[in-house]
């Protein structure tokens, strides 16, 4: 069974930045697509930016210019560089992961808090 560990997460003030991280139980190579969502209170989980396997990226509109996805194969890990960030940007952020073997796998999500 695939694991996947968010950390990185934390309060800022607008305008700053952090970098989260998931980091996965099994080579991340394996996964065709890897992805984060969002989801803050009392409102759908929403996905943020996503990366194939031959790291083609893509974002939702409202982060792109702002965040920036990767992922380093030799660490098991994908990132989410996340600059600027804006109070609407608040939320627990969740790693997704989806392999033909595996199927689908989600970490445990990371609180995202954005104030003065």
């Known amino acids: 069974q695939v694991q996947l560990v968010e950390s990185g997460g934390g309060g800022v003030q607008p305008g700053g930045s952090l970098r989260l991280s998931c980091t996965a139980s099994?080579?991340?190579?394996?996964?065709?697509?890897m992805a984060w969502y969002r989801q803050a209170p009392g409102k759908q989980r929403d996905l943020v930016a996503h990366?194939?396997?031959?790291?083609?990226?893509e974002y939702r509109d409202s982060v792109k210019g702002r965040f920036t996805i990767s992922k380093d194969i030799a660490k098991n890990t994908m990132y989410l560089q996340m600059n600027n960030l804006k109070p609407e940007d608040a939320a627990v952020y969740y790693c997704?992961?989806?392999?033909?073997?595996?199927?689908?796998?989600w970490g445990q999500g990371t609180q995202v808090t954005v104030s003065p």
């Open positions: 997704f992961a989806k392999s033909l073997r595996s199927g689908s796998s």
């Open positions: 099994v080579n991340i190579g394996s996964f065709y697509d």
């Open positions: 990366i194939s396997d031959d790291a083609f990226a």
